[in-house]
């Protein structure tokens, strides 16, 4: 079966960095675009991150423009999330997310089949 396990995450200061990986199995990981999402309590989910299945195509959440950059190697089907200048507001469980057969990222919830099991990024002031 399919499973996306996460690594990574933790309690940081503001201005700090972490990075995030998500390693895939059970699926051709070359032919999926992945993306990162997350949730803070009482709100809802939302995209961080997406990378089409060869890189060439990126989209970023406008809070995190700048600050954060999406990355993959399908030759150990690893999708990864450094996030740079962290903030108070970063704080939230993200999720990584496999879009099934489809080349390209979107930036929809529902377009994504396989989910992470979600780690918390607290960042402090």
């Known amino acids: 079966q399919v499973q996306l396990v996460q690594s990574g995450g933790g309690l940081v200061q503001a201005g700090d960095s972490l990075r995030l990986s998500c390693v895939a199995s059970g699926l051709i990981f070359s032919r999926n675009a992945m993306g990162w999402f997350r949730q803070a309590p009482g709100k809802e989910r939302e995209l961080v991150a997406a990378i089409s299945w060869n890189g060439g195509k990126i989209m970023y959440g406008d809070s995190v423009k700048g600050r954060f950059t999406i990355s993959r190697d399908n030759d150990v089907t690893t999708v990864y999330l450094q996030m740079d200048s962290l903030k108070p507001e970063d704080t939230a469980v993200y999720y990584c997310?496999?879009?099934?057969?489809?080349?390209?990222?979107?930036?929809?919830?529902?377009?994504?089949?396989?989910w992470g099991q979600g780690t918390q990024v607290t960042v402090s002031s």
């Open positions: 997310a496999a879009r099934s057969r489809y080349y390209n990222p979107t930036d929809s919830t529902n377009d994504y089949d396989y």
